[in-house]
Antibody, heavy 120, light 110 residues
């Protein structure tokens, strides 16, 4: 069974950089059928797509993030990472990683999410 | 990119049917059949319920069905059950190779 597990620092100060990881088990991050994505959800709000990455390096991002996000794939650790720069209070959210079924472009497996709070 | 438009809430009695709409544009819902729906009970991660407009993943009850007409996709829950109470989100692949989610709909079972 595919399992995704996010982890992160929990609390980050404004203007800093936050890095999150997503450990993947039961699937390989280098599988040619899948992309890997991050989605966030601010408290009491809806889902917001952040971006996606393929193991070859191809990637796409939500233009609303103005280039602040970078997603990477670590083949040796079978994990996905998200780096978000210059954070503000508006970046406070639960961050989910998910697997993207390539041909159908749906998010078929999700992690349980990790809360990031931006506060001084 | 703007979020897809969903009604904030819908409700129904057990056994009834409810339909949630998801309206986008010709650059997302209208241009592609890669529309999916997700169920999110409070405090949990989203769960895939429908993919490619009409398809159900293994394990999803057949009372959940999807459709699309033009720029609007819909999710119908037939034979509503108490366990269906949750937030529901649509998602669409876009012509810019990105994804956009809907604003979300809370389903209440009366």
């Amino acid at each position: 069974q595919v399992h995704l597990q996010e982890s992160g620092p929990g609390l980050v100060k404004p203007s800093e950089t936050v890095s999150l990881t997503c450990a993947v088990s039961g699937a390989s991050v280098t599988n040619n059928l899948h992309w890997w994505t991050w989605v966030r959800q601010a408290p009491g709000k809806g889902l917001e797509w952040i971006g996606e990455r393929y193991h070859t390096g191809l990637s796409h991002y939500n233009p609303s993030l103005m280039g602040r996000a970078t997603i990477s794939v670590d083949k040796s650790k079978n994990q996905i990472s998200l780096t978000l720069r210059s954070v503000t209070a508006a970046d406070t959210a639960v961050y989910y990683c998910a697997r993207v079924e390539g041909p159908t472009s749906d998010f078929d497996y999700w992690g349980q999410g990790t809360l990031v709070t931006v506060s001084s | 990119q703007s979020a897809l438009t969903q009604p904030p809430s819908v409700s129904g009695s057990p056994g009834q049917s409810v339909t949630i709409s998801c309206t986008g544009t010709s650059s997302d819902v209208g241009s592609d059949n890669r529309v999916s729906w997700y169920q999110q009970p409070p405090g949990t991660a989203p769960r895939l319920m429908i993919y490619e407009v009409t398809n159900r993943p293994s394990g999803v009850p057949d009372r959940f069905s999807g459709s699309k007409s033009g720029n609007t996709a819909s999710l119908t829950i037939s034979g509503l059950q108490a366990e269906d109470e949750a937030d529901y989100y649509c998602s669409s692949y876009t012509s810019s190779s990105t994804y956009v989610f809907g604003t979300g709909t809370t389903v209440t079972v009366l």
